[in-house]
């Protein structure tokens, strides 16, 4: 298995709002089921993975604090929300699949999931469990994006790979403009100084300073993260 890939060791990073698939709020039944054979398949390829999911099929701390909740109270309220997908996927993955997982949170609750201790995250992936990050970077003011590069980095992850609504990185809106088109790969600062909405900039500087390259892919494509982890399928590879 270990020849499929080149990848020992991998973090996902897939927003809240993709939980969502067809329904107003909260949790879609098909996303969760196939993002848990996604995870599944990497698994079994042998990869070391970890997992972020963001909030924004929950709470957005700053849609909350426009509606007059104070700005650190509601980014609180939304990495709250990120420990809730958590525990849906964790539980998704655990049914379906039999793989083992841990939950582990930069806000310590006990009673719910395990506090993020780094070098007990690297124990949980050697003993092949799915490692699945919640509460952002436990910090007001930050983004689960920055929350995934920041756990990439730490936990020595060799990519990054954001799922998100297209397969890669687009010149411009493939929805809109049908001369589009999805980059193979681009520079950091390339993302940066042309301001292409891939990952917020924190993250992006983040993953240059580890030299993690983000692997942008769509989750809407079956078996498309192990097939990028294989080198195929449609990606765009952000790197040096
Ligand atoms: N959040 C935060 N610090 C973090 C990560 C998240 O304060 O390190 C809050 C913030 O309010 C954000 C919300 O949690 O709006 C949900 O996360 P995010 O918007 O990144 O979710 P996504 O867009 O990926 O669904």
Redesign the pocket.
């Known amino acids: 298995a270990a020849a499929e890939t080149r990848y020992k060791r991998v973090l996902l990073?897939?927003?809240?709002?993709?939980l969502l698939g067809d329904s107003q709020f909260g949790h879609d039944r098909k996303v969760l089921s196939q993002l848990a054979e996604e995870c599944a398949a990497v698994h079994r390829m042998g990869v070391q993975l970890t997992v972020v999911?963001?909030?924004?099929?929950?709470?957005?701390?700053?849609?909350?604090a426009s509606a007059g909740v104070e700005r650190t109270t509601?980014?609180?309220?939304?990495?709250l929300?990120?420990v809730i997908n958590a525990l849906a996927i964790q539980s998704v993955i655990e049914q379906q699949t039999g793989i083992p997982t841990r939950v582990m949170s930069?806000i310590p609750m006990a009673a719910v999931c395990e506090p993020y201790i780094r070098r007990r995250a690297i124990r949980h992936l050697e003993k092949g469990r799915i490692v699945i990050f919640a509460?952002?970077?436990?910090?007001?003011?930050?983004?689960?994006?920055?929350?995934a590069a920041l756990r990439a980095a730490e936990m020595g992850c060799d990519a990054l790979l954001k799922g998100t609504q297209v397969d890669g990185v687009y010149s411009a809106d493939p929805k809109k403009d049908p001369n589009a088109k999805r980059y193979d790969r681009l520079g950091y600062l390339q993302v940066l100084s042309e301001d292409l909405k891939v990952m917020d900039a924190s993250a992006i500087s983040l993953a240059r300073d580890s030299k993690i390259p983000i692997i942008v892919f769509s989750v809407h494509a079956p078996g498309a993260f192990a097939r990028v982890l294989k080198g195929e399928g449609p990606h765009t590879i952000i790197a040096e």
């Open positions: 990073k897939m927003s809240g709002e993709a999911i963001g909030g924004g099929n929950i709470i957005r701390g700053g849609t909350l509601a980014d609180y309220m939304g990495m929300g990120t930069a509460a952002g970077t436990g910090n007001p003011f930050f983004t689960t994006d920055t929350g």
